[in-house]
């Protein structure tokens, strides 16, 4: 296998999570429940967050599995699964006590007018207060807020080294038989099955609620497509395919999108009402299209147009991980310091994102330099970050 042919894989992830940057920005300002809210939230931009809510994190998960295959094939067992848990749950609790906690605390103050201070408020955090209630709706503490994704990689991470361990020589037989199978149609008929099934089985009974235990139709979609990941990593013919289709796939994204639009746009009174509910089980297939088919774009184009190796790739696929910790809290505490200066919505955005890469990249910089650090941020050690086995490790999509 020539690991280049996997470059396409590492400026996805890259641009995926600098997505999140835009998109998690412009939650401030929909009308979706968020941590803190813009006085001019509206349901203007919704469409366009909509163009990527179904598919990013989803690629995101299906391009871990990917990587998780090639380290399987470097490294045992147990010592990959050893490193991942270090490089994941070392970060993910330092998120959870010092990254997060500053978003519970602006929530908390703009939702229940929360009047204590902030040392009052972790002195509460680490306790596991539960009252900070709006009717039912309970914040638990401590929470990962964001960082849900790095929890959810990790436990798909340990079921990957299991099942691994348990068929042998025999995942690569069962890898060879999902490539054959993903052929000709059912390249994207037989994933939109599974997706479309898991949301009309278990959307409406396991609401995504992000808390790892009970969520299980998240899990039935990010850990299909993370399992799709680890089978597909060696296919080269199924990445070929996904070339060939990227035009094809592109029109069923957009016309996917622009139903889903439609339909969510109908009127409340008239959205429960038999004519239009009769349509629901069609458009859960049309959520799941549009949930697949932009994966298949998006890894088309970029095997015909990103296969390349660069300096930037290298420095940009180390960075985006630190970034991805600290964006988010970066949002909502600049959101929320920003309120009273009472900036056009447009002008506020545009400086919240800019702002929010400025830093994050700004306190890369200073991490990747700090030894201590380095861990908190789910980076190697600077030692070991030169070692062959690490440098081959770059060649293929991480984390």
């Known amino acids: 296998m020539n690991h280049q042919r996997l470059y396409f894989l590492d400026w996805i992830r890259i ?21 803190v809210k813009s006085p001019y939230a509206s349901d203007a931009i919704e469409p366009l967050m909509i163009l990527s809510s179904p598919w990013r994190l989803g690629l995101l998960f299906m391009i871990s599995g990917v990587a998780t295959a090639f380290m399987l094939q470097k490294v045992r067992i147990g010592a990959l699964l050893r490193q991942r848990s270090w490089r994941l749950l070392v970060p993910l609790v330092f998120g959870m006590f010092v990254i997060v906690p500053p978003q519970a605390y602006l929530e908390v103050v703009e939702k229940v007018a929360y009047q204590g201070s902030y040392a009052e408020f972790m002195r509460l955090y680490v306790a596991r207060y539960h009252g900070f209630c ?32 348990l068929l042998g020589a025999r995942l690569g037989r069962v890898s060879d038989a999902v490539g054959r199978l993903l052929g000709g149609w059912a390249i994207v008929a037989l994933p939109v099955a599974v997706m479309a099934v898991a949301r009309m089985t278990l959307a409406d009974h396991y609401p995504s609620t992000h808390a790892l235990g009970g969520d299980w139709y998240n899990h039935a979609q990010y850990g299909f497509l993370f399992a799709l990941g680890v089978l597909l990593a060696t296919q080269t013919g199924f990445w070929a395919r996904v070339e060939t289709l990227r035009w094809t796939a592109l029109g069923l994204w957009l016309a996917s999108w622009a139903l889903l639009i439609c339909y969510w746009s109908i009127p409340e009174a008239l959205a429960n009402t038999p004519e239009v509910q009769q349509w629901r089980p069609v458009m859960r297939v049309v959520y799941a299209l549009c949930q697949w088919t932009p994966i298949l774009t998006v890894c088309g ?66 991490v990747r330099r700090i030894a201590m650090l380095r861990p908190l941020f789910g980076l190697t050690s600077q030692k070991s970050a030169y070692t062959p086995q690490a440098q081959a490790a770059a060649a293929t999509p991480a984390r």
């Open 15 to 35: 641009f995926a999570f600098c997505l999140l940057i835009f998109y998690h920005t412009g939650m401030y300002y929909v009308s979706w429940d968020w941590h």
């Open 134 to 165: 709006r009717s039912d709706d309970c914040l638990i503490m401590p929470t990962w807020n964001h960082l849900w994704f790095v929890a959810y990689l990790w436990v798909y991470t340990m079921v990957a080294g299991l099942a691994a361990w």
């Open 301 to 366: 184009f970029g095997h015909r147009h990103l296969n390349f190796d660069s300096a930037k790739r290298r420095y940009l696929t180390e960075a985006v991980f630190p970034v991805y910790i600290l964006h988010q809290t970066l949002i909502v505490v600049m959101a929320h310091a920003l309120k009273p200066v009472k900036l056009a919505p447009g002008v506020e955005g545009a400086i919240l994102i800019v702002l929010t890469f400025a830093i994050s990249f700004g306190t890369f910089e200073v």
